[in-house]
């Protein structure tokens, strides 16, 4: 039945598609509730949600206290009654998850990205780990709602093309529609977002969707990234500029920036920034444990750079706390622009201790001009499936959340 709450709907659907919305978010939860939020009677209440029952889209989870009479039903969505794939391809990795319609991951398989990754192999790695996943789990084909994919290179969302194909590494992915390859392949819906914005949909959906309806997720790796929720709702944003948050200007006298400007928040607190600075200050003669452990400066890479700062390396705790402090200063201005009410704080960089730490308390302190607004600046407790879950909730989503309240 949830596959056909997409399109026209009939009254009793609508109401239906509402029900089900609204037990997936507040589930465990009772008639009373539910009946209160949208307004239907009790009586109609009951009658669609037997409805619901019989289709196996919910079922009481038998939790209710009894304040003396019947024990209430608390009702809860079936996370089996359908399953749905989370798809992310990057350069380094690409995986594919198998998951309930509570975003829990069944199963995961992850292909290695290197020289014989095509795009037609890499797609086919994806076709069949939906054939073998559905039949290792004994799961029917009818079953499966659909592909969800998740990109961190930009992608031009009208044609489903890679824009920057040289990033990986093998070739292939020229003018190759990533989408209409697994459509025509599964017969099944299949969606495709920006992988930040994908994560900050998952860490809602599954974290914090009773709290807030306004929340931002941001990350450093390579790019810095943010991904927004606002009125509980993914804002979709152009593809291609899925980095404009590392080109956020931090010192307007500041260092020069790939993109030609200067001072952007890229040319501070990104990986690569971080790791120029460590080179420039070990060629000034500073002393670090890395002048023992790498014999020529330009070989420093960002482990080299883990590995000190786990040691307590002077110069890599001031880079990366100098690194940080900027962080926290773009972090500022996206809080004063968006005004969130949670921060989640991921990718590789933002959640390490310290940097979160100086990037935290920076932001906060630039807020207390606004003692009120009580912002959370929260480290990610999500490991490396946070966008293929995002990208699994983009499926389930399209079904259910259009019409939400
Ligand atoms: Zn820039």
Redesign the pocket.
């Given at each position: 039945m949830l596959k056909q709450f997409t399109g026209l709907l009939s009254p009793k659907t609508k109401n239906l598609k509402l029900l089900y919305s609204l037990i997936r978010k507040l589930g465990p939860v009772r008639i009373n509730t539910l009946s209160e939020i949208t307004g239907y009677k009790h009586v109609t209440c009951t009658r669609l949600l037997d409805e619901l029952v019989q289709e196996g889209l919910i079922y009481d989870s038998g939790i209710g206290e009894s304040s003396g009479g019947r024990k209430p039903l608390m009702y809860v969505i079936k996370p089996d009654a359908y399953y749905l794939i989370g798809v992310e391809i990057t350069n380094l990795y690409t995986t594919v998850l198998l998951l309930d319609l509570k975003l829990d991951i069944v199963d995961v398989e992850k292909l290695r990205m290197d020289s014989q990754c095509t795009g037609e192999y890499t797609l086919n790695f994806v076709s069949r780990c939906v054939d073998e996943l559905l039949s290792k789990h004994n799961i029917q084909r009818e079953k499966l709602l659909g592909i969800g994919m998740g990109v961190l290179d930009p992608i031009d969302k009208e044609t489903g093309v890679f824009l920057n194909p040289l990033l990986f590494p093998a070739g292939g992915w020229d003018n190759l529609n990533i989408v209409d390859y697994l459509q025509q392949y599964h017969n099944s819906p299949v969606f495709i977002d920006n992988g930040t914005n994908l994560a900050a949909l998952a860490e809602y959906r599954k974290n914090y969707w009773k709290e807030t309806d306004n929340l931002v997720f941001v990350s450093s790796d390579m790019g810095i990234r943010c991904g927004t929720i606002l009125q509980g709702r993914l804002v979709r944003q152009n593809m291609e500029m899925d980095d404009t948050l590392?080109?956020m200007?931090v010192d307007i006298h500041g260092r020069r920036?790939?993109?030609?400007?200067y001072g952007?928040?890229?040319?501070y607190s990104s990986l690569p920034a971080i790791r120029n600075e460590v080179v420039r200050r070990l060629k000034r003669g500073h002393n670090s444990i890395l002048q023992d452990s790498v014999k020529d400066t330009e070989d420093t890479d960002f482990h080299h750079i883990l590995n000190a700062l786990e040691q307590e390396d002077p110069l890599c705790l001031d880079v990366l706390k100098d690194a940080a402090y900027y962080f926290g200063v773009g972090l500022s201005n996206l809080i004063l622009l968006l005004r969130p009410d949670i921060v989640v704080c991921g990718g590789t960089l933002v959640p390490k201790p310290l940097f979160y730490e100086v990037a935290s308390e920076t932001a906060q302190n630039r807020l207390l001009h606004y003692p009120k607004s009580q912002v959370q600046i929260i480290k990610s407790i999500a490991a490396y499936n946070i966008v293929a879950q995002g990208a699994g909730c983009m499926v389930l989503d399209f079904f259910t959340e259009e019409i939400l309240p």
């Amino acid at each position: 039945m949830l596959k056909q709450f997409t399109g026209l709907l009939s009254p009793k659907t609508k109401n239906l598609k509402l029900l089900y919305s609204l037990i997936r978010k507040l589930g465990p939860v009772r008639i009373n509730t539910l009946s209160e939020i949208t307004g239907y009677k009790h009586v109609t209440c009951t009658r669609l949600l037997d409805e619901l029952v019989q289709e196996g889209l919910i079922y009481d989870s038998g939790i209710g206290e009894s304040s003396g009479g019947r024990k209430p039903l608390m009702y809860v969505i079936k996370p089996d009654a359908y399953y749905l794939i989370g798809v992310e391809i990057t350069n380094l990795y690409t995986t594919v998850l198998l998951l309930d319609l509570k975003l829990d991951i069944v199963d995961v398989e992850k292909l290695r990205m290197d020289s014989q990754c095509t795009g037609e192999y890499t797609l086919n790695f994806v076709s069949r780990c939906v054939d073998e996943l559905l039949s290792k789990h004994n799961i029917q084909r009818e079953k499966l709602l659909g592909i969800g994919m998740g990109v961190l290179d930009p992608i031009d969302k009208e044609t489903g093309v890679f824009l920057n194909p040289l990033l990986f590494p093998a070739g292939g992915w020229d003018n190759l529609n990533i989408v209409d390859y697994l459509q025509q392949y599964h017969n099944s819906p299949v969606f495709i977002d920006n992988g930040t914005n994908l994560a900050a949909l998952a860490e809602y959906r599954k974290n914090y969707w009773k709290e807030t309806d306004n929340l931002v997720f941001v990350s450093s790796d390579m790019g810095i990234r943010c991904g927004t929720i606002l009125q509980g709702r993914l804002v979709r944003q152009n593809m291609e500029m899925d980095d404009t948050l590392g080109h956020m200007v931090v010192d307007i006298h500041g260092r020069r920036c790939l993109c030609g400007s200067y001072g952007c928040l890229q040319a501070y607190s990104s990986l690569p920034a971080i790791r120029n600075e460590v080179v420039r200050r070990l060629k000034r003669g500073h002393n670090s444990i890395l002048q023992d452990s790498v014999k020529d400066t330009e070989d420093t890479d960002f482990h080299h750079i883990l590995n000190a700062l786990e040691q307590e390396d002077p110069l890599c705790l001031d880079v990366l706390k100098d690194a940080a402090y900027y962080f926290g200063v773009g972090l500022s201005n996206l809080i004063l622009l968006l005004r969130p009410d949670i921060v989640v704080c991921g990718g590789t960089l933002v959640p390490k201790p310290l940097f979160y730490e100086v990037a935290s308390e920076t932001a906060q302190n630039r807020l207390l001009h606004y003692p009120k607004s009580q912002v959370q600046i929260i480290k990610s407790i999500a490991a490396y499936n946070i966008v293929a879950q995002g990208a699994g909730c983009m499926v389930l989503d399209f079904f259910t959340e259009e019409i939400l309240p």
